[in-house]
């Protein structure tokens, strides 16, 4: 359809007829790859040549590749899903591409061999190159990342003077890129490119590796891999990014810290080598390290500074116990400085003890002033306590401060019970009051002075009386032994609590329980490695058809369950209609986790309504697993909710008649659903988190085993050990979602694309085609069959996707799209 008037006007990036001659690039055969490409300008610029995003979600029609292949003389592919995972590694700093190669071949021996490695055009003064290393992955890429970063350096304007900041009068000092992925949502200039692409009249030319069309597909862990070895090549800590500002704790007033006297006067030797890190090599001012239990490859670096000057160690590995190899964007690389490291190696993480250490070691120096948190002593003098409320208060904290916490934002109490902290809802504090009281008679009875006796005599009498009995307990919530806050509680993601101990997962090893574990949760289960759970593995088998990548997979996924862990940002989705399996899956996880570490959540907690109440929000706290049920059709999932539950922040809630407190995420929430909730969005930020795992069983007559759950509750000790096993996978391989996942998530999303469906399906795309705004609108209602799109949002999706607009004679028109004869109705 055309305008009724004037010509149609031409799209920004119009087709250049002048754009020049010689061999087009090979659009057809990127197309027949399963590649999304877009055509680029050949003036230098990297520029698409035409709207491009909305290849970033479909790929190009034949016609495209046809019209492009005579137009155009640039050519660059779209990473992300729409091209089946694809994502290139980009090290624009040539000197390190050498040994980035070297690295990875030690780290990985044969993983370079499966990287399509393309030259780029640009070169620096020695004559090298930098590289675009691309694959496929078996599990969704992010966006573009910076993966290494130089140090601060001296920016200038285009004129080639320096760039001062206005506010300091100093040249404006900017770390450089130096790796970086072009991922979901971007694209890369390759092999095809005419010479006049790019600004130094190279070309881009394969030089190892498999072609570009005939790319490996690699694992979550191989992929991991790279993206560890291209960071330990970051010169630059962002501040605030790091694991290492030490307490304030001890800081002794004016007076020098323990932690940073020792940031200053420790070296990363002394630190790393007495527990078997050894010295790989040295690069560009970075010490490479090796962890133990290995003889080669690259697990950590020592070298950079933070931006309050310490010296960083950042390790990269996830086999390095007790370091963290991921940072707080679930990406390879966290970072340590000396004292945070010595703290975490020697005191468990607890800084306090570390400062206390290191200031017997004689580190820091004391102001002259100095404050120390109180023990619980009855008085700093050996006098017996006042015969007051207060004197009372502190008995009570002498006698059971050991076992008994306050926690003021919950406005309760908690008591350990020999294998876990439990808010008291027996009473018990109360009964411990009543001896406190009663104790007085002892002191009175050893007491020899004949009026001091007298006096405690009468005082225990009125002790006894419930008004003395009440301000005891309520004086004693405020002693410092006694006062806890909810961020003290569950504060180790790496140990699950079971009846006959506490489970290391870091190692899968129990351990005594711990009154200093601060643990309030506990499995019901009894840990037991060799327990039988031939039936459950068998269900598993059942359920997904024989597939073995699939149960390794559940393993895998059930064991992070287990951990306070959230770095991977996931929402299982488990679908199938019918008798599946699903609901047992859940049930008898539930079951070994427990009412403390699991949760069964409302069936529409996920899905949209009106906003959650802050107190749902509470009984995340603490969780790990958490099920959510949901059976209805055509429920739209609540995708800003479901990113602030999925995203590992710390979230603000309350209980009733609470003052609002906060906590961070341990939780990762399942939804088991025989209907896929609808999803409106299309960005990264949800798909990612979208984890489809398809059931496609039938459990039906002399098939469905009604006992079965009855059996599995029989295995739960030897199901519970079968996670501890694939958390300890988890900690090795990731996720590693299988192809069928992927594949099902892919398929899964592409359908909820409707726009991307109704112009793919319903449209042609071109520079010479137009559509009024209106009649587009009502051919998607008509298409889609929903009339609920208004014309806004319609117009923001297709402005989001880059089409263009105009206005002739007061009615709005799209230009580059318009409708096949078929959808076109006359209104």
């Not at 790989?280 to 070298?303: C, D, E, M, V």
């Not at 008591?415 to 008291?424: E, I, S």
């Amino acid at each position: 359809m055309s305008p009724p008037t004037a010509s149609t006007p031409i799209p920004k990036g119009a087709p250049n007829p002048a754009a020049g001659n010689g061999t087009p690039p090979p659009f057809l055969e990127y197309l027949n790859a399963g590649f999304s490409f877009v055509p680029i300008r050949a003036d230098g610029s990297k520029k698409a040549a035409c709207s491009w995003k909305q290849f970033t979600q479909r790929r190009p029609m034949q016609n495209h590749a046809e019209f492009w292949a005579t137009r155009y003389k640039g050519v660059a592919i779209v990473g992300g899903t729409v091209s089946g995972n694809l994502e290139t590694i980009d090290i624009d700093a040539a000197e390190l591409v050498e040994p980035f190669e070297a690295s990875l071949e030690t780290e990985a021996t044969g993983l370079l061999a499966k990287l399509c490695q393309t030259q780029t055009p640009r070169q620096d003064a020695e004559g090298r190159h930098g590289r675009h290393y691309t694959y496929r992955s078996a599990v969704p890429v992010a966006g573009n990342t910076k993966l290494a970063l130089s140090e601060p350096r001296p920016q200038f304007n285009a004129d080639g003077t320096p760039l001062i900041d206005r506010r300091t009068g100093q040249q404006v000092l900017k770390p450089e890129t130096l790796i970086e992925t072009r991922g979901e949502g971007g694209y890369f200039l390759t092999v095809g490119c005419s010479p006049q692409c790019h600004t130094t009249g190279n070309l881009y030319q394969h030089v190892g590796g498999p072609s570009l069309t005939a790319l490996s597909v690699l694992t979550e862990a191989e992929r991991t891999t790279i993206w560890r070895v291209a960071k330990s090549f970051s010169r630059y800590a962002e501040s605030g990014k790091t694991s290492a500002k030490a307490p304030s704790h001890n800081s002794n007033g004016t007076g020098k810290k323990p932690g940073d006297d020792f940031n200053e006067r420790a070296t990363w030797e002394e630190i790393l080598e007495p527990i078997g890190w050894t010295k790989a090599h040295n690069y560009g001012g970075l010490q490479y390290w090796t962890r133990p239990g290995k003889s080669s490859g690259i697990s950590g670096t020592t070298g950079m500074q933070s931006a309050d000057g310490n010296e960083l160690f950042v390790c990269f590995s996830q086999n390095a116990h007790p370091f963290n190899g991921t940072n707080e964007q679930g990406q390879p690389g966290k970072s340590y400085n000396k004292f945070s490291a010595y703290a975490l190696l020697n005191h468990g993480g607890d800084f306090k003890a570390a400062a206390k250490d290191l200031g017997k070691q004689g580190y820091g120096t004391p102001a002259k002033k100095t404050k120390t948190r109180q023990a619980c002593v009855m008085r700093d003098d050996p006098s017996l306590p006042n015969t007051t409320d207060l004197g009372n208060a502190k008995r009570f904290a002498a006698q059971h401060g050991d076992d008994c916490r306050y926690c003021y934002p919950w406005g309760k109490w908690l008591v350990f019970d020999g294998t876990r902290w439990q808010t008291d809802q027996v009473g018990e504090i109360e009964r411990r009051a009543k001896q406190t009281a009663l104790s007085i008679y002892a002191e009175a009875a050893i007491e020899p002075n004949d009026g001091e006796r007298e006096k405690l005599i009468g005082w225990g009498k009125k002790s006894e009386s419930l008004p003395r009995l009440q301000a005891m307990v309520s004086l004693a919530q405020s002693e410092d032994c006694i006062s806890i806050m909810p961020d003290d509680l569950n504060q180790h993601p790496w140990l699950f609590n079971t009846k006959p101990g506490t489970i290391d997962l870091k190692t899968g090893k129990l351990q005594p329980h711990r009154r200093e574990d601060y643990l309030t949760q506990i499995s019901p289960v009894d840990f037991d490695l060799g327990a039988k759970r031939d039936r459950w593995e068998r269900f598993l088998e059942e359920i997904f058809l024989g597939d073995r990548d699939l149960c390794k997979f559940l393993q895998r996924l059930a064991g992070y369950c287990l951990t306070g862990s959230t770095r991977d940002h996931i929402l299982p989705i488990l679908y199938g209609t019918g008798s599946n399996g699903k609901t047992t899956y859940i049930e008898t996880t539930l079951a070994y986790m427990g009412p403390d570490y699991g949760l069964k959540a409302p069936a529409d907690f996920l899905m949209a309504k009106q906003a959650v109440h802050p107190t749902e929000k509470t009984d995340l706290f603490g969780r790990r697993f958490v099920a959510c049920v949901e059976t209805e059709d055509n429920r739209r999932l609540a995708e800003s909710f479901v990113k602030e539950i999925t995203g590992g922040d710390r979230i603000r809630a309350r209980r009733m008649r609470e003052d609002f407190w906060e906590f961070s995420a341990t939780h990762k929430v399942w939804l088991a659903t025989n209907h896929k909730p609808r999803v409106r969005g299309t960005d990264e930020g949800i798909w990612r988190r979208n984890c489809l795992i398809p059931f496609r069983a039938h459990f039906e007559g002399e098939a469905k085993d009604d006992r079965l759950p009855e059996i599995l509750l029989d295995e739960l000790p030897g199901i519970l050990a079968w996670a501890v096993e694939g958390c300890l996978e988890w900690q090795r391989v990731g996720l590693d979602r299988p192809g069928e996942v992927q594949t099902a998530t892919s398929e899964y999303r592409r359908g909820e694309d409707s726009i991307a469906g109704f112009i793919a399906e319903a449209c042609c795309l071109g520079s010479s085609e137009s559509v009024r705004a209106t009649d587009l609108l009502h051919a998607y209602r008509d298409w889609v069959g929903d009339k609920g799109m208004s014309q806004k949002r319609f117009g923001d999706i297709m402005t989001e996707r880059e089409f263009d607009r105009t206005t002739i004679n007061g009615k709005v028109w799209y230009i580059g799209i318009g409708l096949l004869p078929d959808f076109i109705h006359e209104m």
